[in-house]
């Protein structure tokens, strides 16, 4: 975690469990999609809040389980204003500086490879978080991170080829931009293509995955009534294969 007087905030919207990974239908259930869905935020969470340049973790939106994960996990959980994901994240994005955040680091809830290390690389970019660093996905010409320092305001821009369009509307208002290439944080799952590279990765994923299934059925169970605490007590499973002794 960052230390001093520089502070990063990680800002990770997410949609309800049922509504995300529509495309991996063909390879997952519903059920299923929604444990990975809820494995690779808890991933994204926990490798981030181990990651030295980060001050705090968090989360926009969701449904009762991410709730639940990202009180017990995460830093800060806010519901989901509406208005759709832009106008969500800029307004999450002018609540951290009004917060005194002296950078944000917006990242999607599906990067299974993170780690705290490729985090850092990227932070390390922007130069003391002075300059904007933006992470292309490796596929589809999206944004899969996307650092902005405190400066003139900014509306993200995410959607399909979002990636050059945030390039040019951070160099339109005079930010100084790094780009940042990296399989671990560009390497995103969306399609049963993308479920199979990272199976033909890491097969140990099946049973990972079976874990969570049961994770988001304990989550919603949990009563409305329960604090912090109950949710903190539950014993998550990993979110990737343990490192070999």
Known sequence: MMEGTEKLIVIVPMKPLAEGKARLAPALEADQRAALSLLML???LLNARDAVSVTETWVIGGDYAVQ???????????PDPGGGLNRTL?????????????????????LPLLTPASIDRLVAQSQTLEKAVVTPAERDGGTNALLLPRGPTFRPLLGPSSFHRHLDALRA?????????SHQIGFDVDTPEDWDQLLKARPEMVEILQ????????LNALPETSQTGAASGLNLPPTEPRSQP
Not at 211 to 218: D, G, I, P
């Open 173 to 181: 208002d005079r930010y100084q931009v790094v780009i940042h290439k």
């Open 68 to 78: 639940r994960l990202a009180k017990a996990i995460s830093d800060r959980w806010l």
């Open 90 to 110: 800029a307004q999450a994005f002018a609540a951290a500086f009004e917060a005194g955040t002296t950078a944000i680091l917006y990242l999607p809830g599906d």
């Open 42 to 44: 808890a991933h994204v």
């Open 211 to 218: 874990q969570w299934q049961a994770t988001l059925f304990a």
